[in-house]
């Protein structure tokens, strides 16, 4: 079947321009729409899974976001751009509606269309339709996590985290992984929120932390002085014996205090902090160092940067990525960062993906960076030929590759 492009405007000079446009692009096969309705009707009439579909938010009768709501509810799998004349935040407002929905918006246009802008968005689009569906991730029941747990099927992967400036390797963070008999290497997001609403969590923490513990010990027998991040929840902190263990662990393992930092993500709501702040003051005060996971987003907020005493404070990617060519995330970096050294915090920058990231974090004087550009996560055996081929990296000048 011929994909078909599907535009919405009820100007019909922008219709006739933005048309002419595709055509001059190599796209025939358009069909153009004055309304909401009239579009939803053509829709109905001719049904298919490979629509591309040009849409103005400001339209009388049945605006562009009442529109969406209506190809929601119409299952609609093709694919969507947003055009609009109003202001660049909006129009990246309602990118954000569409895909909060799971559609699938290519993006946005900015009128009058810049032919360039509409070509990428176009090959974007093509290489959509050629792209294999992928299959909805598997969920897990919580006996089939709980059974993960206790029977050691759980590894650590670890992502290095770097200094900026000199690039030098400073620590990881410890990332889970489940070595499923059947299913292979399964990833986190598809069983920790199954072991934190069926109260697995803590036994997960616990067994995720001690490896993390004996794996930094091994580290520093061979020469190797990092620290190692671990990440607990809030649910985590609700039991007190939590800082007797993380104590005891410590020693177990061999490694200091110093060795180990715990990143704290609140991914719900706490209505009693009391005893989260004794479970953490008491590790503060044994010298553990506290991170702030992605700050800025969820509950990780400037009342938690208030109440604990937070030694580092990790960017969420959302704020990092691509910040340097988007001045919402520009200056929301630019404040987090800013908080971070008035508090006299280590700032981390999640979600390094390219060169252009790096070195937006190099000119933002930030200190440390984590993400695709750096490595992405592994296990500990490979780290050794990551850390030669990174040094190598750094001093090539570290050139635009992405690791694998």
């Known amino acids: 079947m011929i994909p078909r492009i599907l535009l919405i405007d009820d100007e019909p000079f922008q219709l006739k321009l933005l048309a002419r446009q595709l055509v001059n692009l190599g796209q025939h096969s358009v069909a153009t729409c004055t309304s909401g309705r009239e579009a939803l009707s053509v829709l109905d009439t001719h049904p298919a899974s490979n629509w591309l579909i040009f849409l103005d938010l400001n339209m009388p009768e049945m605006d562009g976001v009442e529109l969406i709501r209506q190809l929601v509810a119409r299952a609609y799998c093709g694919a ?11 129009l990246e407002m309602a990118v954000r509606l569409g895909r909060a929905h799971h559609l699938t918006v ?27 569906v992928h299959e909805t991730p598997r969920t897990y029941s919580p006996v089939a996590v709980c059974r993960a747990i206790a029977n050691g099927e759980l590894v650590n992967y670890y992502q ?7 690039g030098a390797w400073h620590g990881v963070e410890t990332l889970v992984r489940w070595r499923h008999p059947n299913d292979g290497l399964v990833f986190p997001d598809q069983f920790i929120g199954v072991a934190e609403n069926h109260g697995l969590i803590d036994d997960l923490t616990r067994v995720v932390l001690v490896e993390a513990l004996a794996q930094a ?33 410590i020693v177990c ?24 702040l004794d479970v953490l003051t008491r590790l503060r005060l044994k010298h553990i160092s506290l991170s702030i996971d992605d700050f800025g987003t969820g509950h990780s907020s400037l009342a938690q940067l208030r109440d604990i005493a937070f030694s580092e404070l ?8 691509n910040a340097s060519q988007d001045n919402t995330k520009n200056a929301i970096f630019s404040a987090s960062l800013g908080i971070a050294r008035q508090l006299e915090m280590k700032a981390v920058a999640e979600g390094v993906e390219d060169r252009a990231d790096w070195e937006f974090l190099r000119q933002q004087d930030c200190d440390l960076a984590q993400g695709f ?3 992405k996560a592994m296990p500990a055996a490979e780290l050794p030929l990551w850390l030669a081929e990174w040094t190598a990296r750094c001093a090539a000048g570290l050139d635009a590759k992405t690791p694998v």
């Not at 969507?80 to 909006?90: A, K, Q």
């Not at 709501?269 to 005893?275: A, G, N």
């Open 106 to 132: 290519l993006g946005h246009l900015n009128k009058p269309i810049q032919p360039e802008v509409l070509q990428v968005l176009l090959t974007r689009w093509s290489s959509q339709i050629l792209e294999p």
């Open 373 to 375: 550009f750096v490595a």
């Open 160 to 166: 290095p985290k770097v200094d900026v400036v000199t």
């Open 253 to 276: 393992a061999g490694v200091t205090a110093q060795d180990l930092i715990l990143e704290v993500t609140e991914s719900r709501l706490m209505t009693d902090l009391r005893i989260p």
């Open 217 to 249: 010990r091994r580290w520093h027998d061979s020469g190797l002085a990092l620290q190692v991040a671990v990440n607990v929840s809030m649910s985590n902190l609700i039991q007190l014996d939590f800082a007797d263990f993380v104590l005891d662990q």
């Open 314 to 321: 990790k960017i969420d990617r959302g704020f990092v990525h």
């Open 80 to 90: 969507l751009v947003l055009v609009s004349g109003e202001d660049e935040r909006i």
